[in-house]
């Protein structure tokens, strides 16, 4: 009866838990493409361990661009090029570069969908997956490699540099018409 309650409670405390870690899709289904609060600490480092572990085992050379989905802010940008410790934003339509087109996560599962260049010129499809473990956090769990032939890569996303990107109320204040902007 003892081990019966205590495995009851133990299973309750994992349950809760493991609810705090949530559900999550970024980009959001329904067109939106704001990352939320709620999913800003786990993405970058999902999206992080994802570039590297295409890198180290697809890669070619050192010097290499990304690409996040879009709607993704320059900061973000900034914490997965300083987490992996190299790359750079993709600057130009059609130059190589990983490509992170989605990420998911379901409660201790977290998968990454990534298209990357083989050292042949094409591009590949891969899903990076990840199981969250309470003290280490997100490890490498697995992959499945789609076969999709030369898969084109996602359209090129800039991000707006962090000083251009202004806080909601301040974007949304109508601006004062210049004299030159009334002369026209």
């Known amino acids: 009866m003892k081990t019966t309650i205590t495995a009851v409670l133990l299973g309750f405390g994992m349950g809760c838990l493991s609810a705090c870690a949530g559900s999550v899709t970024y980009p959001p289904p329904g067109g939106s493409t704001e990352l939320g ?17 295409a890198h180290d085992r697809y890669g070619d050379d050192d010097a290499f661009a990304i690409n996040l989905p879009p709607g993704t802010p320059a900061a973000v940008y900034d914490e997965v090029i300083a987490r992996l410790g190299a790359g750079r934003p993709m ?5 190589r570069a990983y490509h992170v087109t989605k990420v998911t996560l379901r409660w201790s599962d977290a998968k990454v969908d990534l298209v990357y260049p083989r050292a042949d010129g094409y591009y590949e499809f891969i899903t990076v997956s990840f199981q969250r473990d309470l003290v280490r956090g997100y ?8 076969r999709t032939g030369n898969r084109p890569p ?11 990107q202004a806080p909601p109320e301040e974007a949304s204040q109508p601006q004062a018409a210049s004299a030159d902007d009334i002369e026209k």
């Open 154 to 164: 996602p359209p090129h996303y800039a991000p707006q540099p962090v000083a251009a």
């Open 139 to 146: 490890e490498f769990a697995g992959t499945r490699l789609w």
């Open 37 to 53: 609060e709620a999913a800003r600490k786990p993405v970058p480092t999902l999206m992080t361990k994802a570039i590297r572990f």
């Open 91 to 95: 600057l130009e339509a059609g130059e």
